[in-house]
């Protein structure tokens, strides 16, 4: 089963490769490394990558299941999916011009991962998270 979290955001960016790279160097500001892949080619106003935690032993292998994080950019880009998070605007997204959604699956989920990108899309850019389960009262801190 895969489990989606969804990040709205305003940020001004005018590519999606110009706001995930933004975005993985403010996850590797910290001096915790990440494994992963760039996925793709995609259009301008979509960037994926395939994220993990690197092991304790060796680089190369990641602590627990990879996961996906997608960036869409531009407000057109991304309007169906605000719509349908907000018909009426009750949490002030419309507007937004970059949703990033990350994507776990597996049995061994990085938490700590997330964690960390929910921060990092905080910092750089006001994010509204949101998931089909919760809608906009999903919770942080996913530390397992």
Do not use: N
């Not at 899309?121 to 919770?139: Q, T, Y």
């Amino acid at each position: 089963m895969t489990y989606q979290l969804s990040f709205f955001c305003r940020s001004g960016e005018e590519s999606a490769d110009a706001a995930l790279d933004r975005l993985l160097d403010r996850l590797l500001e910290d001096g915790t490394g990440l494994v992963g892949e760039w996925r793709g080619p995609y259009e301008e106003d979509v960037a994926v990558f395939r994220l993990g935690t690197p092991g304790k032993e060796c680089d190369d292998r990641p602590a627990a299941d990879l996961l996906t994080l997608e960036v869409h950019v531009g407000v057109a880009a991304i309007a169906e999916s605000v719509i349908a998070a907000s018909p009426q605007d009750e949490h002030g997204i419309w507007g937004c011009d970059l949703l990033a959604t990350v994507t776990l699956g597996g049995d061994h989920p990085d938490w700590a991962l997330v964690d960390r990108i929910w921060a990092a899309l905080g910092s750089l850019w006001k994010a509204v998270p949101w998931d089909e389960a919760s809608g906009f009262a999903v919770a942080g801190g996913f530390d397992a």
